[in-house]
């Protein structure tokens, strides 16, 4: 066997976690309707549903240079999506585990930082795009999330709502989304159908593809997939496409267990949006609410930074990829006992506290087209 065959793909050990056939959250999947894009928190708010005080500020535009930049760069992916398919496929082989190596290796040549692979789910899909609404229709097989990291070194930095939040945000989802571009593209050289979905274009809710890729599970933080071994501090896009592949199972390592114990997320939300009760039924599946006006008045209106991020910040799975974290989340994975505690822990050792000495960037706010220091902050 080649050395090739021999090496994981994966940088983290995704081979040692518990896969199971279905995800730890309950999902009836008959029941489970298509949702609007137009109708999610950001756009509503953008639309005035909220009162013209998050209209204008969903509006505005960046009110931070640096998320500006990136917001800028994620322009440029809208338009390029989708293409022209080579007519010819490739003489490359056609066995589907074959293929999902290699589409994995490809996107962490491109720099993924996780990646999985499942059916579409017919549910995924939106059934109208935002802003215009036009109707969706997306009958690719296949899809591959791509998962950045959010960077711990900032992550520890910050309270979650300073002025660097969205940055982080947004330096995941373009480099997410730039990596979704090329790989769309380079499967369509290959002669199948393939389609990139990102922030600025997405076509798909991303949370069930993560779900059904065995890239993490439901979590208590406002319908958030949380990693493994990134916990939640990432973002992602989608390739859908024909082009035949292996998907992945979903993972359980112990999580549904440990958001019902932890409850930090909600404690620590600025704006008291996450719930602190159990989970519920909505449109066909199971999830802790989040009370949606809330958390979008706190992301959009925040006076005292850029967006909010706080309950990533504070969630005891954000932890750097050392040997002592390593450790202690696989403690976790496999202790009832261990996931009791695990809070406790995390507070007594200070974690989610932010540590300015780590700060690396300006306080600065856009105000009429003029960067000035912001008269509020952390």
């Given at each position: ?75 440029f ?101 730039f ?27 991303v ?25 939640p ?9 024909d ?60 006076k ?14 954000n ?27 995390d ?13 690396w ?9 003029e ?8």
């Open positions: 066997m080649r050395g090739y065959e021999k090496r994981n793909p994966d940088p983290f050990p995704v081979y040692r976690l518990k896969r199971v056939d279905r995800p730890t959250t309950l999902i009836l999947d008959d029941k489970v309707q298509r949702v609007d894009e137009r109708e999610n928190g950001f756009n509503r708010a953008a639309r005035g549903d909220f009162g013209p005080v998050l209209k204008r500020e969903r509006n505005r535009g960046s009110k931070y240079p640096l998320h500006g930049a990136l917001l800028q760069m994620q322009t992916l809208k338009d390029i999506v989708d293409g022209l398919t080579a007519k010819q496929k490739a003489p490359i082989p056609d066995d589907p585990a074959v293929l999902s190596r290699h589409i994995k290796e490809v996107a962490y040549f491109i720099r993924a930082d996780a990646v999985g692979i499942c059916k579409l789910p017919p549910y995924a899909v939106y059934t109208h795009s935002f802003p215009g609404g036009e109707p969706v229709d997306l009958n690719h097989k296949n899809a591959i999330g791509i998962l950045i990291d959010q960077d711990w070194r900032t992550a520890q930095a910050t309270t979650g709502h300073d002025w660097i939040s969205n940055s982080m945000s947004f330096m995941a989802y373009s480099a997410s989304g990596i979704a571009c090329i790989l769309a593209d380079y499967i369509r050289r290959l002669g199948y159908p393939a389609r990139a979905h990102h922030a600025r274009n997405y076509q798909v809710v949370p069930p593809i993560l779900l059904w890729s065995g890239l993490g599970e439901m979590s208590r933080i406002g319908d958030c997939v949380l990693h493994p071994f990134l916990g501090r990432f973002k992602a896009a989608v390739v859908t496409t082009l035949p592949l292996l998907p992945d199972k979903p993972v359980d390592f112990g999580l549904q267990d440990l958001c019902s114990k932890c409850k930090k997320c909600a404690r620590e939300c600025p704006s008291g949006a996450l719930s602190f009760g159990n989970k519920v039924m909505y449109n066909g599946y199971e999830h802790w609410p989040t009370d949606i006006e809330k958390c979008t008045a706190m992301r959009v209106g925040n005292r930074g850029s967006s909010c991020g706080t309950c990533i910040t504070v969630c005891p799975a932890k750097p990829y050392t040997l002592f974290h390593r450790a202690v989340g696989w403690t976790v994975r496999h202790s009832l006992l261990a996931r009791s505690i695990a809070v406790r822990a507070d007594l050792l200070g974690y989610g506290k932010p540590h300015p000495e780590d700060r960037w300006f306080d600065l706010e856009d105000v009429d087209g960067l000035q220091i912001p008269k509020g902050g952390d």
